[in-house]
């Protein structure tokens, strides 16, 4: 809990009880979860309380907001230090079977060069399919 606290701080966050709460929740599920997915959870928490977090760790960096296959929103730590680096994002799966978003850090995004004027401030890539998981578990 610690180190939780201290990577908080350093985004200029408070650590208090209900945020470090959902810090770790995100970091144990090692993929981009949705509110629904986080109030499962988070049992001992509201949902007004959960967005709350989600809210304010959006504004400092602390989570980005993906969108899955669905439309809906989706939350996941960022992993860079340095603000600019928003840029060097990864590429998301989207599984239409299980419906869950896996983050393919491996795999580095396109470059992509804007027309002049354009300015970008962040990007995503989302490739649509079947997680391995429930391609094992296909009947043949
Ligand atoms: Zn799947
Ligand atoms: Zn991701």
């Keep these: 809990m610690d180190e939780i606290a201290h990577k908080l701080e350093r985004k200029g966050v408070k650590p208090t009880a209900n945020r470090m709460l959902v810090y770790q929740a995100l970091v144990d599920q090692h993929r981009p979860l949705s509110m629904r997915d986080l109030e499962m959870q988070l049992l001992t928490l509201d949902k007004s309380s ?82 391995p998981q429930c391609n094992k578990n296909k009947v043949r």
């Design 50 to 131: 959960i967005f709350r977090v989600l809210t304010l760790f959006a504004e400092h960096d602390v989570v980005h907001a993906v969108e899955d296959g669905r439309g809906i929103e989706l939350y996941e730590l960022c992993h860079h230090e340095d603000e600019s680096d928003h840029m060097s994002s990864h590429v998301h799966f989207y599984c239409e079977k299980c419906q869950r978003t896996y983050c393919i850090e491996e795999m580095a995004l396109p470059a992509i060069q804007l027309p002049e004027g354009y300015h970008a401030h962040s990007m995503s890539f989302m490739v649509k399919g079947e997680c």
